[in-house]
């Protein structure tokens, strides 16, 4: 009678699973992996990568200088379930295992990125050398990024001074791994590290200074163009930025709600686009920003190689509500101009960001037709899922649905050249601690064990196949 049980529970599993991607299906035009057929052929030379942060997999905290995020961990509730990235997934110690699981899945591009608190600490940039090699040796190009929020503690972006260190930390680097590396990323995510460190206070270094926070992004995008500057004089190499994009939707057609999405646009689209590709500030911006604008736009508009873009979902806004809103995990004061509004009729991952693949194809359409001969050449540097289990059917669907899109975007004349999977080890999520998964592969935290998931052969077999 057990076995019988456990065979009905299972069947009813499954067929609950089976309709939970028929659910995917159909509300967001992503097919079932099995039932879709061959994914469409991209072009010769496109790159295939997956991508991981330093303080998200390193560990070693003992073996570098704190940074804000130390800071921000060791104080009490800043981290849902408590826990911090001082082991985090130990890759410190287990990168040469991390490689052979990137040999194994065939890409060819491996995006990382390096702890300026680490460079700055004794035998430090050893660490990167080793790293580097080994992916050399794997066949894999790597594509290290300068900055992904682990600002050294002590250092502040609210300071003008942090641009030019930043300069120097860039310097350093490829003095020393220039040599091998020919892709460079300056900075991930300017505006998340705006908005949620600094403006919402939800991310380190916890500040809460909302439209006060406008200098952190100045100084940000200063400091990329100082690093652009820093790496031409380092020798030849192709060098881009990641911003995060989302495609904006008004939750109605009233002027209000058309206003709101409008401002949101500008915010967490434009504000980081402009000036890098136009050498312009949104109209009534720059007004807000400190120092010389105009000629520090002039080194902020440094041209560039490729342009960075991570893509999780759409964003439906409207007018603000006169209450506080928790969405996404994060807090939004009553106070805001705007307020993001759930979407409704589509499947959700497990952070409840909602599942909408063709929100890449219109929001690559839209900045090929918003910046024109502007926009360098595209690289996807992040485009990925939150789901448990190991056998992540629906990590694959919401992969599979997005590889689709982005080739429909390709197919519509945008110049796509790479798309890299966020990512490959489930990891220190920032806020969320550990209860968010976004790995191909399976982290046992307790032991480190490595377990691969549906997801990473699927992604293996991918690269099969457009490769023959």
């Known amino acids: 009678m057990a076995s019988d049980r456990r065979t009905a529970t299972a069947t009813t599993e499954a067929a609950a699973a089976t309709a939970t991607r028929a659910t995917v299906a159909a509300a967001t035009g992503a097919v079932p992996a099995a039932d879709a057929g061959p994914v469409p052929r991209f072009p010769d030379g496109f790159l295939w990568g997956v991508a991981t942060s330093a303080a998200q997999i390193e560990g070693a905290a003992d073996l570098r200088g704190p940074s804000v995020w130390d800071v921000f961990t060791a104080e009490p509730g800043r981290i849902k379930d408590g826990s911090t990235a001082a082991v985090a997934c130990d890759h410190y110690h287990r990168y040469r295992e991390d490689v ?50 682990d600002l050294p503690a002590g250092l502040d972006w609210l300071e003008r001074d942090t641009a030019a260190r930043f300069a120097d930390h860039a310097a350093t680097v490829a003095a020393r791994l220039g040599d091998r590396v020919k892709r460079w990323i300056t900075l991930n995510e300017p505006a998340e590290h705006t908005l949620l460190g ?3 206070g939800v991310h380190a270094p916890g500040r809460r200074l909302l439209f006060d926070a406008l200098p952190v992004a100045h100084h940000q995008l200063l400091a990329h163009g ?5 790496l031409r004089a380092s020798g030849p190499c192709a060098i881009g930025v990641t911003n995060s994009h989302t495609p904006v939707h008004p939750a109605s057609g009233s002027a209000a709600d058309r206003e709101a999405a409008d401002l949101y646009d ?6 980081f686009a402009d000036p890098v590709l136009l050498g312009t500030y949104p109209a009534g911006l720059g007004e807000s920003m400190p120092g010389d604008v105009s000629a520090d736009l002039r080194t ?40 993001v509004r759930e979407i409704t009729g589509v499947p959700h991952t497990d952070f409840g960001w909602p599942v909408l693949p063709d929100g890449l194809t219109e929001l690559l359409t839209t900045l090929c037709d918003r910046y024109g001969d502007r926009l360098p050449p595209v690289l996807i540097t992040e485009n990925g899922c939150s789901y448990e289990g190991i056998d992540d059917q629906d990590r694959i669907a919401y992969l599979d649905g997005h590889v689709r899109a982005l080739h429909r975007a390709v197919e519509a004349g945008v110049d ?13 999520e920032w806020a ?25 052969t699927w992604f293996r077999e991918l690269l099969r196949a457009q490769r023959d």
């Open 100 to 149: 052979a699981l990137l040999a194994g899945l065939g890409v060819d591009a491996y995006r990382f990125s390096i702890s300026w608190p680490r460079v700055g600490s004794p035998g430090g940039l050893d660490f990167y050398d080793r790293l580097v090699d080994e992916v050399c040796a794997a066949g894999i190009h790597p594509v290290p990024t300068l900055f992904h929020w």
């Open 198 to 200: 600094h403006a919402l």
């Open 226 to 230: 100082a690093a652009v500057q820093a």
């Open 266 to 271: 500008v915010l967490l689209n434009r504000l």
């Open 300 to 339: 902020v508009s440094e041209p560039i190689d490729f342009y960075g873009v991570n893509y999780y979902a759409p964003t439906r806004v409207g007018a603000p509500q006169g209450t506080e809103i928790d969405f996404g995990g994060v807090r939004m004061p009553a106070e805001l101009p705007f307020s």
């Open 416 to 428: 796509v050249r790479g798309y890299f999977v966020w990512t490959l080890l489930d990891n220190f």
């Open 432 to 456: 969320e601690g550990y209860a968010r998964r976004f790995g191909l592969v399976h982290v046992d935290h307790s032991t480190q064990a490595r377990t691969p998931k549906a997801s990473y």
